[in-house]
């Protein structure tokens, strides 16, 4: 009776201890919600696949429509493929957004601009100083009180641009140019945004700025690569160093690559930077970066090592020492992203 009953009691804890082990090993399954942060990647298709990567902040407007009303419910590993209307991609075509522009444009051979101008993009000015500036060759005629005169002539009469070719001509006055595009064409303009060359005459030519793929339905593949849930935002903080070689120390011990961001109490981009600090993408790299934060007036030495003249600065240092990347001036915490990303410190 005695054995019979150790024997019960054995088995009774072999199978507790099995049945613990199953349920550690079989951790529960988490999906996406609006509020949570998501990476992965996404492909869209008319006949032609384009495929992007993508993370945001579900809710946050950053996703097309489309792509992030299927994401909702996912979970890591998660594949699903959906047709999007136009609606929930890029949006009907938008007539308004197509208009005939004149091909040419001119600008004046002799102008005044400002000395703090002139001085922010070439430098100290001097009576006759040349150089180059684009494809424009820039002659000082006379330095003002508070201004200066400079002459430009051509330095080719014909560029090849993207998106098409530009014919140059000069008279004593005006530098003029003449654009011939390749239609059906898009490229992006100087603001970030599509444009498209779809028809030309004499004198101007058509152009599209709708999304090339506006109005069209397409079929997507979402991948879901990772989804840090809301509530692990929220505990999410950067821990900012006040010591470098405490940094340092830790960047070595940890194999980790440093950002020292310079600041200053006078500096009114700071404010702007730091509220950039907040955002997810920056909160994320939290453990895998060393962030250390130095007031430039104090720490005018260490400036002066990593070249920084002015605040706000940040500066991307290897664990080894080794200086990756500089930002100095005007810039903006979506710039340092791309920075870290071209580091392959986002991956």
Known sequence: MRLLLVLLLLLTGCVTEQTEVETDSAPLREFAQVGDFV?????????????????????????LPGIERTILG???GDIRRVELAPAEAFGVWNASLARWEPRWFSIPRVVNISLQEFRDAFG???????FESG???????????????IEREPIYRRLNVTGGMVEVTVNSTHIAHFFTPVLNFTVLDASGRFVTYRDANATHVLVDRNHPLAGKRLSAEVRLHRLVKRYRLQEMRISWSRDLNDAIRDAVAEDKPMLLYFYSRQCGQCSALEAGFQDIRFRLLAGKLVFVR?????????????????????????????KLARLEGDFSAAEMLQVLYELGIIP
């Open 135 to 149: 494809w424009l060759r820039v002659r000082v005629l006379n330095v003002g009180r508070g201004y200066v005169t």
């Open 74 to 76: 996912m979970a890591p």
């Open 294 to 322: 130095l007031d430039i007036s104090e720490e005018a030495a260490v400036a002066a090592r990593y070249g920084v003249a002015q605040a706000p600065a940040v500066v991307v240092l290897s664990s080894s020492g080794e």
């Open 39 to 63: 990476e992965g990647e996404y492909s869209l298709s008319d006949g032609i696949s384009v495929r992007q990567n993508f993370s945001a902040l579900l809710g946050s407007g950053e996703l």
């Open 124 to 130: 100290e000015p001097a009576e006759n100083l040349s």
